[in-house]
């Protein structure tokens, strides 16, 4: 962690954004300058991995400047994943209220973030609010064709496999009310990638949680190499296709455990 490191009460019970970075020294500066402009009263944790461009020293310069900025340090390449346990852990140690998933490299506006934590304080009370691409009024911007037909797909499918009524579930522009992230078991959490951000969407519907999602514009990076990989996209599917199994053969195990239930009882009801 930097040398700069607020008091715990300086978080306490405020918002939290949590910045994973690995290589984003040119876009960094910017995207916390915007965000500190859109949100000016929430804290920002910029949970670097070792980044060979010199992301780290670039986000403790700008946390020497900041007393609301904060880094910490984690040593070499460990997964996005692991990156935003780690400052969720962060983050509710110091008693946050809200806790944000927000990427570095400008595709998630920052301006867009007070209408999730609008969202997050509304009539519906969700637990999670996802800043999503593919309800009404979301959309893409500078996307290639595939990459939209490929998230689009991944988004049904995995809507279909889980049962989960999220249209963006892969989607990482998101809020948690410290409550409800509290509650949830990270520790078990393995997940990396666009299938983490599923993982927790998911726990959060099963354990009886509202997610509500709220459209938002997505800009393709302008700088930089994106972090989509083959090796992500298999992980998802991999992953989704077994929750999906399990949860049918749980259902199944319901259904015969019910009509076994029903039989005995008309059963012992004759005799």
């Given amino acids: ?34 965000l500190r402009a859109a949100v000016p009263d929430a804290h920002v944790l910029v949970v670097d991995d070792g980044s060979p461009d010199g992301t780290g020293d670039v986000a403790d310069r700008l946390a020497h400047g900041d007393a ?45 973030l007070p209408r999730l934590l609008a969202a997050l304080h509304g009539p519906a009370g969700p637990g999670l609010v996802i800043g999503s691409r593919w309800v009404p009024g979301g959309r893409v911007v500078n996307w290639p064709r595939h990459r939209e037909v490929l998230s689009r797909a991944g988004n049904t499918y995995t809507r279909l496999a889980l049962g989960m009524p999220v249209r963006d579930a892969t989607a990482g522009f998101r809020a948690f009310r410290a409550d409800v992230l509290a509650a949830l078991p990270l520790g078990e959490v393995a997940s990396e990638g666009y299938c983490f ?20 514009t997505f800009v393709e990076r302008a700088e930089g190499r994106s972090k989509m990989s083959r090796a992500i996209v298999r992980e998802a599917l991999v992953r989704v296709t077994l929750w999906g199994i399990e949860r049918h053969l749980r259902a199944a195990a319901r259904a015969v455990v019910g009509a076994a239930g029903a039989v005995g009882h008309r059963v012992g009801r004759r005799t």
């Avoid at 726990?203 to 459209?215: A, C, D, I, L, S």
């Fill in 1 to 34: 962690m930097s040398d700069h490191t607020p008091p715990a009460a300086e978080v306490r019970g405020g918002v939290l954004v949590v910045v994973p970075t690995y290589d984003e020294a040119t876009t960094l500066p910017t995207t916390l300058a915007r």
């Fill in 68 to 112: 609301a900025v904060d880094v910490l340090h984690r040593p070499g390449k460990q997964g996005l994943g692991s990156a935003y346990v780690a400052g969720f852990r962060w983050a509710l140690d110091r008693g946050a209220a809200v806790v944000v998933e927000m990427d570095a490299d400008g595709s998630h506006q920052p301006e867009e």
């Fill in 197 to 216: 951000q599923v993982d927790l969407a998911w726990r959060v519907v099963r354990g009886g949680g509202v997610v509500q999602e709220v459209p938002i």
